[in-house]
């Protein structure tokens, strides 16, 4: 029976589920290595995300790119379009509210032209469109799955309107806690930290100089990232972490009350915040999926591993998962699904998987207490940052993106 379904389905190299960031940047970096018959399906209706986000990755938010991402967009002839759009990070600036502790990670000392690159989600998104336009990859929009089937050819995919397709690789990548992979039993283990991270874009009165702010404050983590200037006027980008109930009254609060306790928690560092745009608030948890390769199946994106935002290092990982993916299957000699090749995939980014996760992790819990003891710890930590200079490089080293499992020996 499931083989004669087969037979009437459309057949695919690879089926991709979920068209948000890493979706379609994965189909891009597999096209660019081979010529695989992809089809990516994507639960929402496709638009220009710049006119309004179809998708949640495409939202009001912007992302902190690493130096690595760069390297993989600047490989994919991405770069150049996204550049104009793009704010460059030339030194982290890092500090304790109430405390001494403060250090600076400056892009000449790790001996780089930035720490990383600011860009707008909505930007970002339309640039990955406007590639995929140019390529044979099959987009099918406001399509849902709603089954799905493992064989012993690969993976068989019912969709709402009642079509089939078939696949040697099926790529998981609908967002966290998935429903397409929990159709095939995997699971997804999240733990909340109890707390939001409200977003919004903030109009300054002074230039932002390409400094990006991380300020640990007693409710949370508060960073204002560098954004390209807005109808000539400079804005950053800020992410700040808050207790459930506390978000909910700054979400509540009018623009002028949010400013003000905005400039309150921040200081006068960049100047007086003028105007804040849009604001949206997501609840913050640990959420990772139960496995991540099966023969014929990869679970990729914030379907395998999402973090706290704090570090600013999800998309980055996903970003470094799926270029290792696409170069792994491209080296393969076996067929598309084979298990072995999949399980080499997972072991050459697990461990860059298990750093990134523990540092994204760990950042939020030590800055997030507050007795005075582990406020001294911290200050001596970021004490001990700015004497230190390996140890603030290894600090750039993973903003940037470059530390991986390098990160586990010491
Ligand atoms: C406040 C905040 C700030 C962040 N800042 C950074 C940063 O600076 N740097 C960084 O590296 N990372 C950052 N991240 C993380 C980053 O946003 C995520 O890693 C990224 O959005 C993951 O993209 P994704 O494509 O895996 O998932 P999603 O963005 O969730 O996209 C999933 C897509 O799948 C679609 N879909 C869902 N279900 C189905 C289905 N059944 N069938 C078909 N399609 C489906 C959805 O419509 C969506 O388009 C941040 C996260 C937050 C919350």
Redesign the pocket.
């Known amino acids: 029976m499931a083989r004669a379904q087969s037979e009437t389905a459309s057949n695919y190299d690879i089926i991709i589920?979920?068209?948000?960031?890493?979706?379609i940047s994965l189909s891009l970096l597999l096209a660019q290595q081979h010529d695989w018959k992809i089809l990516l399906?994507?639960?929402?209706e496709i638009g220009n995300p710049v006119d309004g986000a179809y998708?949640?990755?495409f939202d009001a938010?912007?992302?902190?790119l690493s130096w690595s991402s760069r390297e993989i967009y600047q490989s994919m002839g991405l770069w150049s379009q996204l550049e104009p759009h793009v704010s460059s990070i030339a030194q982290i600036h890092v500090s304790d509210r109430g405390h001494m502790g403060l250090t600076r990670i400056d892009a000449q000392e790790a001996g780089v032209d930035a720490l990383g690159y600011v860009v707008e989600n909505q930007r970002l998104g339309a640039a990955l469109l406007a590639q995929l336009q140019q390529t044979q990859i099959e987009l099918r929009g406001s399509?849902?799955?709603t089954g799905v089937k493992t064989l012993a050819s690969g993976m068989q995919l019912s969709f709402a309107d009642g079509q089939t397709a078939h696949a040697g690789l099926l790529v998981i990548?609908?967002?966290?806690c998935s429903?397409?992979a929990e159709k095939l039993g995997i699971h997804s283990d999240s733990s909340a930290y109890n707390q939001s991270?409200i977003?919004a874009n903030i109009s300054l009165a002074q230039p932002h100089n390409a400094v990006a702010y991380e300020r640990f404050t007693e409710h949370g983590p508060l960073a204002l990232l560098p954004l390209t200037n807005f109808q000539g006027r400079p804005r950053s980008a800020l992410?700040w972490t808050q207790p459930q109930d506390q978000a909910e009254a700054l979400m509540a609060a009018d623009n002028e009350i949010f400013l003000a306790r905005l400039q309150e928690q921040f200081g006068y560092r960049l100047g007086r915040f003028e105007a804040v745009g849009e604001r949206v608030s997501?609840p913050l948890a640990l959420t990772r999926s139960s496995e991540q390769v099966r023969r014929h199946l990869v679970v990729m994106?914030?379907?395998a591993h999402?973090?706290h935002?704090v570090a600013?290092?999800?998309?980055?990982l996903?970003l470094r998962d799926a270029a290792t993916l696409a170069k792994v299957l491209a080296e393969s000699p076996g067929a598309i699904g084979d298990l072995v090749t999949l399980q080499h995939y997972y072991q050459k980014q697990s461990a860059d998987q298990r750093n990134t996760v523990l540092f994204s992790d760990s950042l939020p819990k030590v800055f997030g207490l507050s007795s005075s003891l582990a406020a001294a710890g911290r200050n001596s930590g970021l004490l001990a940052m700015d004497l230190i200079p390996t140890l603030r490089s290894r600090f750039a080293r993973f903003g940037m993106g470059l530390a991986t499992s390098e990160a586990s020996n010491g």
């Open positions: 589920v979920g068209g948000g960031m890493v979706g399906v994507e639960a929402q998708s949640p990755s938010r912007s992302t902190a399509t849902t799955v990548a609908d967002g966290a429903s397409t991270g977003i992410v997501y994106g914030n379907a999402s973090l935002p600013g290092q999800g998309f980055n996903s």
